[in-house]
C-alpha cells in the first residue's frame, strides 16, 4: 500500500484524504487500517502518522513533517518544545501534539475549519485532476491566498475523526478580491513557511525587542511605548478586514495582547508573531530615521553632531528659539547645554541671574531642597533641577546626601521604637515602623539584625483547660468503677465516658483522674481477695 504522489504545497491530511477515496474505504477502516485505531483523530495541519507516511512513500519524515504540516511552523515559535512537537507527529498520538503544540494553552485561537482559494481548486483540478488541501491555506489568521489575491473559503471540519470520503475542496465557489493588507499578510506567511521549512533556525525574542526599539517604541533599552505600541498595531489591522477577530487585539486598550508577546515567558499563538513582525517590518520601513535617539550609553555621532551645532550657534548669540527651529532641540536642552559650557545667553525677564546661579549651586552642594531654593527666588524647582544639574557631580552628590538623611531617619525610628518597648519582638517592631525596617533591610542588614532582638521560639498555647478537665473527669471515672464488678480495660473506660481517648494518649495531663482509676482498681483488687 502507497499514498497517492505528493502534489506542490499539499498537506499529508490531503493526501490521506486522496488516499482513502482511491481504496473506497471508509473512514474508519481506514483509520484501523493505517493506525490500528478506527477512532484516531486525523487533525488538519498537525496530522499524525508522519513515521507511517514515510513508510508508504519515497518521502523522509523530516520532509513530510516540515512540508506537509505546520510542525515546523508551532516549533519554531516554541523552540523549547520544537522536539516534543516532533516526536509527537512522528507516533500516533493527536493529543500529545495538541498539548506539544500548546493549542489549548492560547487566549486567542480560531474555530478550526478547512481553508481553500476557489481559484487554486480549479487551477489544480485542471492540471492534476483533482483538488486539494494548500498547506499555507490552513496557517491560522490567513484569510487570502497569496497567489491570487482573492478570499479563503472555509468548510465545516467534520467530527471526529476528521476525514471523510471525498473531502476536498469544491470548484464550484465564486472567488471574491480580498484587502490589500490580507493579501501582504498572506504573501509574507507563505515566504516564512517556505524559508524555515529548510533551516533549523528557530525564534529569537532579541531580535523582536530589536525591531520594537528601532521603530521608536521605547524608553531607554527594557521599558516599552505600551499605548502608542497598541494603538498604532490597532489601528495597522483595521485594513485587514478579517473575518475572524479571535486571532487579533479587540480594541486599542488591549495591552494584553502584546505585553505576554513581548515577555518571553509565555507561550503565545505563531500567528500574533507573524502578525506584529509583518506590522514592525512595514513601520520601520515608512518612517524616517530619528534625529535625536534616545539612548543611555554612548551618544551618537548623529548627537555629537546636533550638539556641535547647537555649541556653536549659541556662542554666535543666536536666539534660542532660532536655535530650537534649526536643530529641533527644546530650549530648556540648550539652556542646560549652555550652562554647561559656560555660555552666556541672553534671556528676558532675566531672573536667574549668575549671582542667583552660584547662590542655588551652594545651597545644592549644603544639601537643600530644591522646594526651598525655588521658594526663596521665587522661580519653578524646574529651573532649580537644571542649574543643580548643568554642575558636574552635583547630582550625584545630592543623591548621597539624601542616602544617608533617609539612612540616619531610619535608624533613629528604630532605636526610638525599641526604646519605647523594650520588650517588643521583632515583628512588633516591622509592624510599628514599616518602611524603615524594609528599607534598611535591603541596605543595612547587617545592622538591623544586630539591632533588633533575636528570634525567640513561640509558646504553644494550649486551647484546651485541661486541669478543668481533669477535675470533671475524676467523679466519672469514679463513678464507673464502682457500678462495674468485673475488671475493665483502658479502652472500654474510655469509650465508657465518650471515646475520645484521653485515658490512653493524655494521661500526663490528668493526674487526679488516673489517681481515682488506680485507686479504684486497687480497692476492687483487695475486695476480690478478700472475697
Known amino acids: 500500500m502507497q499514498l497517492p504522489t505528493t502534489y506542490p504545497d499539499e498537506t499529508l491530511f490531503s493526501r490521506y484524504v486522496r488516499h482513502m477515496t482511491i481504496l473506497g474505504m471508509k473512514e474508519k477502516n481506514y483509520l484501523k487500517l493505517l493506525f490500528k485505531r478506527p477512532r484516531a483523530s486525523i487533525h488538519p ?13 519515497a518521502e523522509s519524515a523530516s520532509e513530510i513533517y516540515a512540508q506537509q504540516t505546520l510542525g515546523r511552523l508551532f516549533s519554531y515559535f516554541l523552540p523549547h518544545r520544537a522536539t516534543d512537537i516532533y516526536k509527537a507527529l512522528l507516533s500516533d498520538d493527536g493529543n500529545a501534539v495538541i498539548r506539544a503544540c500548546q493549542l489549548v494553552s492560547f487566549k486567542e485561537s480560531e474555530v478550526l475549519s478547512l481553508k481553500y482559494c476557489p481559484v487554486c481548486a480549479k487551477e489544480d483540478m485542471r492540471c492534476y485532476g483533482v483538488s486539494y488541501w494548500h498547506l499555507i491555506h490552513q496557517v491560522p489568521g490567513v484569510e487570502a491566498c497569496p497567489s491570487h489575491k482573492v478570499w479563503l473559503t472555509h468548510q465545516v471540519l467534520p467530527e471526529r475523526p476528521h476525514v471523510k470520503l471525498h473531502l476536498l475542496p469544491t470548484t464550484s465557489g465564486e472567488a471574491q478580491t480580498c484587502s490589500e493588507l490580507s ?25 523582536l525587542i530589536t525591531k520594537i526599539r528601532e521603530c521608536g517604541y521605547t524608553h531607554g533599552k527594557q521599558r516599552f511605548k505600551r499605548i502608542e505600541l497598541t494603538s498604532d498595531l490597532f489601528n495597522f489591522i483595521k485594513e485587514l478586514k478579517h473575518s475572524d477577530p479571535n486571532l487579533l487585539p479587540y480594541s486599542e486598550a488591549d495591552y494584553r495582547y502584546l505585553s505576554y508577546l513581548l515577555s518571553g515567558q509565555v507561550s503565545q499563538h505563531p500567528f500574533k508573531y507573524l502578525l506584529v513582525d509583518f506590522w514592525l517590518n512595514n513601520t520601520c520601513k515608512n518612517i524616517p530615521n530619528p534625529i535625536n535617539e534616545i539612548s543611555h550609553g554612548e551618544p551618537s555621532v548623529a548627537q555629537q553632531k546636533i550638539k556641535s551645532s547647537c555649541i556653536k550657534l549659541l556662542k554666535q548669540e543666536k536666539s534660542l528659539a532660532e536655535i530650537s ?30 549671582k542667583v546661579i552660584n547662590i542655588i549651586l551652594a545651597l545644592g552642594y549644603k544639601g537643600f531642597h530644591r522646594k526651598a531654593i525655588a521658594k526663596r527666588f521665587h522661580i519653578s524647582t524646574g529651573s532649580v533641577e537644571q542649574v543643580i544639574s548643568s554642575e558636574s557631580g552635583l547630582v550625584q552628590r545630592r543623591r548621597r546626601y539624601k542616602f544617608e538623611s533617609k539612612r540616619r531617619r531610619y535608624k533613629t525610628q528604630i532605636l526610638r521604637a525599641l526604646q519605647q518597648k523594650p520588650s517588643a519582638i521583632k515583628q512588633e517592631i516591622k509592624a510599628s515602623c514599616y518602611a524603615a525596617f524594609h528599607w534598611l533591610y535591603a541596605h543595612e542588614k547587617v545592622w538591623l539584625n544586630s539591632t533588633l532582638p533575636s528570634a525567640t521560639k513561640p509558646i504553644v498555647r494550649s486551647k484546651i483547660n485541661w486541669e478543668k478537665r481533669d477535675i470533671e473527669l475524676a467523679p ?38 488516673m489517681a481515682v482509676l488506680h485507686e479504684s482498681k486497687n480497692i476492687k483488687q483487695l475486695s476480690f481477695l478478700v472475697g
Open 325 to 354: 527651529r534649526l536643530t529641533g532641540k527644546s530650549r530648556c536642552y540648550l539652556k542646560a547645554l549652555a550652562m554647561k559650557e559656560n555660555i552666556p545667553i541672553i534671556i528676558k525677564p532675566r531672573i536667574i541671574t549668575d
Open 45 to 57: 495541519y498537525l496530522t499524525i502518522g508522519i513515521t507511517k507516511a514515510s513508510q508508504m512513500s
Open 183 to 207: 493579501y501582504e499578510i498572506a504573501k509574507f506567511a507563505s515566504a516564512f513557511l517556505r524559508r524555515i521549512a529548510v533551516t533549523n533556525e528557530s525564534f529569537d525574542q532579541n531580535h
Open 476 to 513: 466519672k471515672v469514679s463513678t464507673i468503677m464502682h457500678n462495674i464488678n468485673c475488671a475493665i480495660s483502658s479502652t472500654k473506660l474510655d469509650k465508657a465516658i465518650g471515646g475520645h481517648g484521653w485515658l490512653i494518649h493524655m494521661q500526663h495531663k490528668l493526674p487526679i483522674t
